[in-house]
């Protein structure tokens, strides 16, 4: 294969490692019964009327699994911090105790715990699309790539390491979402 060839195939393997950091960091949104700053990542403050991320105006600890502490880092941001976690809509009710925000984390019921399957199950699936996506990218690369010279049997070669990368990827991703399931699903 040409130097071209191994360029669209690392290009396809950087954009599937991609997807597989997405889908990472939306499984790490996804909570499953124990507290984590992570899941608070989507909360932005009106900050000076700045929209800024709530973890560069505080401090997000977890002292323990049902318990997330938000220590803002001027104390004039509690009010403003609370309204925004309210207003995230995260299902999260904030205790203000003048210092710091308590968030309690409820237990997990069943109902909830097949919600967030079926979220990640979705996350999971659009990951495998994007995959594929990709897959096609390549193929349609290497066509071109053989419309400008590129052997068939390079062509044939390419596109067979198209698709064991597909393969892979996509193995990754079912093996994510099982990972994910037993973290879900445990109580």
């Given at each position: 294969m040409n130097e071209e060839a191994q360029l669209v195939i690392e290009q396809t393997k950087e954009n599937m490692d991609g997807a597989i950091k997405h889908l990472d960091k939306e499984f790490h949104k996804i909570r499953a019964g124990k507290a984590s700053p992570d899941m608070l990542e989507g909360v932005k403050v009106d900050y000076y009327g700045q929209m800024t991320p709530l973890n560069q105006v505080s401090n997000i600890t977890t002292p323990d699994?049902?318990?997330?502490?938000?220590?803002?880092?001027?104390?004039?941001?509690?009010?403003?911090?609370?309204?925004?976690?309210?207003?995230?809509?995260?299902?999260?009710?904030?205790?203000?105790?003048?210092?710091?925000?308590r968030i309690k984390v409820p237990a997990l019921t069943e109902e909830r715990r097949k919600e967030l399957f079926k979220k990640a199950k979705d996350e999971a699936e659009n990951s495998k699309i994007s995959i594929r996506g990709f897959r096609k990218e390549a193929n349609d690369e290497a066509k071109q790539l053989e419309k400008e010279g590129l052997a068939e049997d390079d062509k044939k070669r390419m596109e067979e390491e198209i698709q064991k990368l597909t393969d892979k990827y996509i193995e990754k991703v079912d093996k994510m979402l099982e990972d994910k399931e037993k973290d879900i699903m445990t109580v």
């Open positions: 699994a049902r318990q997330i502490i938000v220590q803002p880092w001027e104390k004039s941001m509690l009010g403003p911090i609370e309204k925004a976690i309210q207003a995230a809509n995260l299902g999260f009710n904030p205790i203000n105790n003048g210092e710091v925000l």
